[in-house]
């Protein structure tokens, strides 16, 4: 039997992280697939929303859960460009999505490979399948000139 193809959906991710630069916001894009098909897209938004909860990751999940009028994302993935913090790890698992794809670990903010590893818990009820790297120094490079660009 032949393995599945393979689709990334990074560079989706990434273009929304780009269009994050463009609004001042740090650059972090999200997508969520089903069936090989985008239902959900975001990028930080804690700026220009006022919400410290609008990150990527969030945005992309809300919009997913309204287009498939359901709070579960079970048989759903995400792609995103950083990986994620504590808030949307919880979120993440709440949601029940299927497999997490990510590009540069985030060494003092992650909480998947990095920090408190929040899939790693007795208490998460749901663990994605996870998969880090994917485009990662594409990602890595975006927050780096980022945050270079605010110093200077």
């Known amino acids: 039997m032949a393995a599945a193809k393979y689709t990334s959906f990074m560079g989706d991710a990434l273009a929304l992280a780009n269009t994050a630069i463009a609004v001042d916001e740090v650059p972090v894009g999200a997508v969520i697939t089903k069936d090989g098909k ?10 220009i929303d006022h919400d410290p909860t ?15 009028g359901n709070d579960r994302l079970d048989e759903c993935d995400l792609w995103v460009t950083l990986e994620p ?22 060494p003092k903010g992650g909480a998947v490979d990095n920090g408190v590893r929040f899939f790693d818990a007795p208490t998460c009820h749901h663990k994605p399948e996870v998969y880090s790297g994917i485009e990662g120094e594409g990602s890595a490079q975006l927050l780096l000139e980022f945050f270079r660009s605010r110093r200077d």
Do not use: K, P, Q, W
């Open 38 to 47: 985008i239902i959900g897209r975001g990028h930080n938004r804690t700026r």
């Open 54 to 68: 609008a990150h990527a990751e969030i945005v992309a999940i809300r919009e997913a859960t309204r287009f498939l």
């Open 85 to 106: 913090c504590t808030m949307c790890a919880g979120a993440i698992a709440h949601a029940r999505i299927r497999r997490l794809y990510y590009g540069a670990e985030d």
